[in-house]
């Protein structure tokens, strides 16, 4: 009788140590139904043209545009996001569509936001990441899986965030 109890106990502990990222569903999380590794990124970052789903590195990307003014307001929790997860190898990226630099950089700083700033020029190829409108947000796993994503703005520095970013792999 004891056996059955003591198996079900060391499962939740297992659930409850490793994390479970469906969590954010509360948070208007969305998840994929089976294994997706979404196609590669590059942005520019200054005049660096960077690859941004990297493995080996879980990564949260973040697309935005002045033109919507509901994308600015998640800027400075970004910023608060990475200080709350401090030095955690997790990369936040805020993907700048449409604007030039000078306008995205001056958005950004002006929202309270200093985080390094990816810009994306041509957006006509991110139909894979944008399903409907800006902002629109995406954890990626250390293997190159989208694990999450998110339409709309999102609440970045929520307990239950930082905690599932922390737990990703």
Same mark, same amino acid.
Do not use: Q
């Given at each position: 009788m004891?056996?059955?109890v003591?198996?079900?106990?060391?499962?939740?502990?297992s659930?409850?140590?490793?994390g #479970?990222?469906? =969590?954010?569903?509360?948070?208007?999380?969305?998840?994929?139904?089976?294994r997706?590794?979404?196609?590669p %990124?590059?942005a @520019?970052l200054?005049?660096?043209?960077?690859?941004?789903?990297?493995?080996?590195r879980?990564?949260? %990307? @973040?697309?935005?545009?002045?033109?919507?003014?509901?994308?600015?307001?998640?800027l400075?929790? %970004?910023? =608060?996001?990475?200080?709350? %997860?401090? #030095?955690?190898?997790i990369?936040?990226?805020?993907?700048?569509?449409? #604007?030039s630099?000078?306008e995205?950089? #001056?958005?950004a700083?002006k929202?309270?936001?200093?985080l390094?700033?990816?810009?994306?020029?041509?957006?006509?190829?991110?139909?894979? @990441?944008?399903?409907?409108?800006?902002p629109a947000?995406?954890?990626?796993?250390? =293997?190159?899986?989208?694990v999450?994503?998110?339409q709309?703005?999102?609440?970045w520095?929520?307990?239950?965030?930082? =905690?599932s970013?922390?737990?990703?792999e």
């Open positions: 004891k056996k059955p003591l198996i079900i106990t060391l499962l939740l502990l659930v409850l140590c490793h #479970d990222i469906t =969590r954010l569903s509360s948070l208007g999380f969305t998840f994929p139904e089976g997706m590794i979404p196609p %990124l590059s @520019y200054g005049e660096e043209k960077v690859e941004l789903t990297t493995r080996n879980v990564t949260v %990307l @973040y697309f935005w545009s002045g033109s919507n003014p509901a994308s600015l307001t998640d400075p929790l %970004l910023e =608060r996001l990475k200080g709350l %997860l401090g #030095d955690d190898e990369l936040i990226a805020p993907v700048n569509l449409n #604007d630099p000078v995205a950089y #001056d958005l700083e929202s309270g936001c200093f390094p700033l990816y810009l994306y020029p041509d957006n006509t190829n991110l139909k894979p @990441y944008i399903m409907k409108s800006v947000a995406y954890i990626i796993n250390s =293997r190159g899986e989208l999450a994503s998110r709309g703005n999102s609440p520095t929520h307990p239950d965030m930082v =905690r970013l922390r737990e990703v």
